[in-house]
């Protein structure tokens, strides 16, 4: 099926330190994106949306920036703590469309 | 709870079987959608329902999957003859308002195993 990226990638993060997941999405067209954090056997969690025309948007310790040129979404989350671990999933809406297209997914593990 | 609320939580079947799955969406919201997950994989679309009618549909769905949201509340998802495949998590969420461009919430899925 449609998706972004074809592994799960790991980022390893010491407690208290900034954390930055990347997502590259795939369709020019899409206007609206979402992070979802999702802990292992539950369903994903709304973390933070925005839409195609902001570049950036703040929430409680994260920040969503986006860059359209290069269809590139990336999350920042300030100060990490252990109950941050968790995979982490961006999800894009193509214009046109009423369908999410979700990212295979970053494992994030903070270190104590 | 006011979440989406999935049920049975977890489904062990044979293969060949049917399964329903059920869904009740957040209180008002008009916004429907199916998704399937695997280990290791983002949720997949299936299927959308505004209110009670399906407006999209993946071609991941074959014609072994049915949904319906009759009354445009909660929602059915049902696999007929299951086969190995099948087995995965899947997913509800629901959204308001008519713009797809909004938040929609998840359920905590429902887990499925065919032997």
């Known amino acids: 099926g449609e998706s972004v990226g074809l592994h799960l990638p790991t980022l390893s993060v010491q407690e208290g330190d900034n954390s930055i997941i990347n997502c590259a999405y795939s369709?020019?067209?899409?206007?609206?994106f979402i992070w979802y954090k999702q802990e292992s056997g539950k369903g994903p969690q709304f973390i933070i949306d925005?839409?195609?025309?902001?570049d950036k948007r703040q929430g409680q310790r994260v920040t969503v920036l986006l860059n359209k040129t290069v269809k590139h979404l990336s999350l920042q989350i300030a100060a990490t703590q252990p109950g941050d671990s968790a995979v982490y999933f961006c999800?894009?809406?193509?214009?046109?469309?009423?369908?999410?297209?979700f990212g295979t997914g970053t494992r994030l593990k903070v270190l104590a | 709870d006011t979440g989406v609320s999935q049920d049975p939580r977890h489904k062990i079947t044979k293969r060949g079987q049917n399964v329903t799955f059920r869904c009740d969406p957040i209180?008002?919201?008009?916004?429907l959608y199916w998704y399937r997950q695997t280990l290791g994989q983002g949720p997949e679309f299936l299927t959308y329902?505004?209110?009670?009618?399906?407006?999209?549909k993946s071609r991941l769905l074959s014609d072994r999957f049915s949904a319906e949201r009759p009354k445009g509340s909660f929602s059915t998802l049902e696999i007929q003859r299951t086969e190995q495949g099948d087995s995965a998590m899947y997913l509800c969420?629901?959204?308001?308002?008519?713009?797809?461009?909004?938040?929609?919430?998840f359920g905590e899925g429902s887990w499925l195993t065919v032997v």
């Open positions: 969420a629901s959204g308001e308002g008519r713009s797809p461009g909004n938040t929609i919430y």
């Open positions: 369709n020019s067209a899409s206007d609206y």
């Open positions: 925005i839409r195609s025309n902001m």
């Open positions: 999800a894009e809406k193509p214009g046109g469309t009423y369908k999410y297209i």
């Open positions: 209180s008002e919201h008009n916004r």
């Open positions: 329902f505004q209110n009670e009618a399906q407006l999209e």
